[in-house]
Each structure stands twice: as C-alpha cells, then as structure tokens.
C-alpha cells in the first residue's frame, strides 16, 4: 500500500504547492477539498490543513469536524489550517493590527519541539494573513513567536496536532522544507519510498490488473502527457493499446511527421490522420477567438470519434489528464479562466471507461517518469503547445497560407531558442502572426507586408507567467532572420506582457 499524507484544501492558492513539497520529501499526498476527508483510509499517516481565503470569522469560512482527524493522525495547521483549529477549539483569532504579511524571523522558539528540528536561530518565514490567532485554547502552546507574532507557531500539548501561522510551502520561508520534513518524515514516519521508479513499477502492476486483455485507445497531441501516458500503457498492455493522433493542419513545421517517427521509435501503435482539408474548410473566415476553439475542439472530437469507432472492441479511453488540470477542476473557490480540454466532451455512447494512469502526478513528477521510461529528451522537454495550435496565433481568420508563414517563423524562433540553449530555460515560446500590415523597405522597394510577436515566457505552471528576458543579440538574430527568410513579414516584435494581466496566448 502507497502511504499517503492528505492535504485539506480549505481554497489557499498555494495549496498546490505544499503538495509539491510533500512529494519533494519522496512522499505521495493527496489534495481534497476541506470537507471530503475520506473515511477509512487506512493508508493515510497525516494530515496537512492548507491556508484559505477566508477568515475563521466570515459565515461563508470552510469549516470542518475536526473530530474526523483530531487523536487519529498527526496534524499540521498552516495559516488558516491552524488559525481554524485554534478558534474551534476555543481559542480566539482577530483581525491583524497592522496586515501580517512579508517576511519575519523567529525571535523564540522551541528547540526541543520536533517541528523545529535543525532550524536555526532567527530563521526567516512567510506571514500572508489578515488575522491573527491572540488567545490560544486551554491545553495548547505557543512555540514560536516573532516579532510582531506571539502565536506563530504552536502545538496541542500531549499530541501530535501543530499550527504554524507563517508558510512553510513558500520559497521565502528559508526553513519550510526542514519543517515540512520535521513533520512528513520525523512525525508521521514517511518512509519518503515515492519516487519516478516505484511509480512507474506500481502503476504498470496496477494497470495490467485493471486493464487485463482490454483494449484501449488513447488520443496523443504530440504534448508531454499524452506521450508519457502512452509510453507507460504500452508498457503494461503493449498491442492492446491504440493511439489516434489527429493533425488538423494547424501544429508546428513538420511536427505531424516528426512527431509520428518519435512515437514509432518508441514502439507505439499510432494511427495517424490528417484532416487538415475538414479543419480549414470549417474555420473558413471565422475570426472570433471562443469559435475557433470551439470549432477545433468539436471537430477533433468528430475524428476522433470516427477512427475510434472502427476499434470496435475498445473499452477504455485512456488521458494523459495530470494533477494540476484535475485540481483546477476540482478547485473549491472554482476560478477558471479559459478551459483547455481536447478530448474533454468525447461523446458518451461511446461508451467507453476512462483511464487516467498520470491523474496524480505534477507536470515535473510527469516528465521525470518519462525519462525513467527511457524516453528521449527532445520529447520529454517539449514545450507545451495550445491543444487549437496555430489557430489561436493566427489573429483574425485562419488561411493555410497565413498558416505556412506562421511555421517559418515559428520555426526559426523555436530552432533558434535550441541553437542558444536557451529552449530550455523557458517554459513556453511561439510566434504571432498579427492582423495587420506596415511599411517596410528593403533594397530600394517599399513594402508592405505582415507582423509578427514573438512570445517567450517563463513560469512553473502556465497559472502565472513573465515574459522570458532573452539576450538582445539572439533577438536581433532571430528578428533578421525571420525579416530575410519568411516572405511576406517585415517587421518582428516581442510581446513584453506578463500573466496576469495578460495571457500566455493571444486568443
Ligand atoms: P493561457 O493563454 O491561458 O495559457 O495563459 C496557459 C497554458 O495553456 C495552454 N493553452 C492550451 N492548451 N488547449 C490546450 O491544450 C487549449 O485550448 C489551450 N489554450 C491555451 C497555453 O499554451 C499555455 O501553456
């Protein structure tokens, strides 16, 4: 049985995150919304209550039982995790004199206590909080305090229940990962045994005994997931897996053809179908950015459909679905800005049970299992790409010669990013074909032809980005050439927005 530590989201946005650093820690855990604690799990060796929006005060505020976990497992409280079980067990928590937010170091503390294990004196953390906890319960302790913060930090006496008011899970607590550990390793005894290895090795047991002689058909996008996802399932189930790969004519310069050899290299069984002519006829002097998605996703969903079809005794449809994409799903607080589902909508008299074998998985966790599965690295490494392609960098209607200017861009800027080794320090870059024309000279014509953006962005997780701070000689490199070898553009920019406010894409 995977040991797991359960994370109760009670909506903070960096709940995430203290599940990434619980997997740092070799540990599996899981997130659930505040009130889903399951019942008898028996694999469960702590508990982790995440910070919130909310302040314990405000009627709409998450609130749990606690009997549901307190004396069963080793508790850790963070922010409102531990300000919510200060107040329901009595304690007083009120509004903040000045904003407690920012840096502060640890004046006192316990050095006894196991949470403070290693920790050095004054040792800085992370406050973010309106309220503060100012009378702890009868029975609890303080054991820590700053500056400003009496109650930083404190534990029920006699038992394995903690509340730290800063944030271990952030980078600008110095110490939170030794604290996290203090409690994941040192408390609740985690054996840290989760690892690309023994995921790869368990998954593969699991699925072989789920799936048996199944068939199952998965849809590649060429993407990171779907690829890993299909490497593992051929692993388990070899021949019994098939996988559509559908090229609607908007992808990358030679990607259909480059990406079809990578994944006969890896011994996958792909069907791969060009319906490129069905994509452009349908998108044919559609300018409106929500319609070309939707006309790309509906299309897709219409030939894939039609290829699995004729795999008559499929019974799974398997998705390279990740965390992250489930969590913002699931979200309790429920922000989402643009939905990115392909396969998403797959019409139900398909009939078809869902395989999801990376739904646990972060996106490095996912890449760090594709390299454990041998896979090659440009695969691994690959940026993402919009599921709509080129279709949502091609401002205003979408022609296939609009689109072929589009690749040689793209292609020079992507080439270019991998030439000067920086291809790998960003999380994603593309070119925009914008709907407008400007003048130009070149010898002694003047012209008048198209511009383009070109985007570079770095960033952990797609949810917040900055724009990538290339060298000014790469980008003069790039801008001449794209100017000299593409014809039909004269002028090259570089979007200089981060997200938010903007987005990654352009539509
Ligand atoms: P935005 O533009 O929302 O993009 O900042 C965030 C990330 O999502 C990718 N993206 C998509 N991926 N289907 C996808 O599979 C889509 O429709 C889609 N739209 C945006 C985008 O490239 C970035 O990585």
Redesign the pocket.
């Known amino acids: 049985m995977q040991e797991k530590i359960l994370i109760l989201d009670f909506g903070s946005q960096t709940t995430q995150l203290i599940g990434r650093r619980v997997r740092e820690l070799d540990t599996f855990c899981e997130i659930v919304p505040y009130n889903k604690f399951p019942k008898n799990d028996p694999s469960v060796i702590g508990v982790i209550l995440s910070g919130s929006p909310y302040s314990v005060y405000d009627e709409s505020a998450f609130k749990m039982d606690l009997s549901e976990i307190r004396g069963k497992y080793p508790i850790l409280g963070i922010c409102y995790g531990a300000q919510f079980m200060a107040y329901a067990n009595g304690g007083k928590v009120e509004p903040a004199g000045s904003r407690e937010y920012g840096r502060a170091n640890l004046a006192k503390f316990d050095k006894e206590n196991p949470l403070f294990k290693g920790f050095d004196e004054n040792s800085q953390v992370w406050m973010s909080h309106g309220d503060t906890i100012t009378t702890l319960p009868a029975g609890f302790k303080i054991i820590a305090s700053t500056d400003k913060v009496q109650n930083a930090a404190y534990q029920a006496e006699g038992e394995k229940l903690w509340g730290v008011q800063f944030h271990p899970e952030v980078f600008h607590s110095t110490q939170g990962t030794q604290l996290l550990k203090n409690f994941v390793v040192g408390v609740c005894g985690s054996k840290q045994d989760w690892s690309p290895a023994s995921f790869v090795e368990s998954t593969v047991e699991e699925l072989k005994k789920e799936l048996g002689n199944d068939r199952v058909i998965l849809g590649l ?1 060429g ?1 990171v997931d779907s690829s890993v996802c299909a490497v593992l399932l051929n692993k388990a189930i070899g021949k019994n897996l098939t996988c559509i790969f559908v090229d609607h004519g908007m992808l990358r310069k030679n990607e259909f053809k480059n990406v079809m050899h990578d994944y006969e290299c890896l011994g996958l069984n792909v069907i791969g179908v060009d319906a490129s002519e069905k994509f452009f006829k349908e998108l044919e002097g559609v300018t409106e950015p929500e319609r070309k ?1 939707k006309i790309i996703g509906k299309g897709f969903v219409d030939v894939f459909d039609t290829e699995a079809k004729k795999i008559t005794d499929a019974k799974w449809l398997a998705q390279g679905t990740i965390y992250p994409d489930r969590i913002e799903s699931l979200s309790i607080t429920g922000m989402v ?2 939905s ?3 396969v998403g909508g797959l019409p139900e008299e398909m009939n078809l049970k869902l395989c999801e074998p990376l739904k646990w998985l972060f996106k490095d966790e996912v890449r760090r299992v594709g390299r454990q599965l041998g896979m090659p690295d440009h695969l691994i490494n690959r940026h ?5 392609g080129l279709a ?1 960098r091609i401002l205003g209607d979408i022609t296939r010669e609009k689109v072929q200017v589009l690749q040689e861009a793209d292609d020079i800027f992507i080439q270019g990013l991998r030439d000067w080794g920086l291809y790998d320090q960003v ?2 870059a593309g070119v925009i074909l914008l709907p407008i024309k400007s003048v130009g000279v070149m010898g002694d014509e003047r012209t008048y032809e198209r511009a383009v953006a070109l985007r570079a962005v770095t960033s952990t997780d ?1 949810m917040t ?1 900055d724009w990538a701070h290339l060298p000014y000689d790469f980008m003069a490199k790039v801008s001449n050439d794209i100017i000299n070898k593409v014809k039909g553009v004269n002028r090259v920019c570089y979007d200089i927005s981060s ?1 938010p406010p903007a ?3 352009w539509e």
Not at 384 to 388: A, C, K, S, V, Y
């Open positions: 996008s993407g998605r800005i643009k990115h589902h392909n993402p790409f919009p599921g709509p949502v999380w994603q797609a980005a997200k987005t990654i894409e």
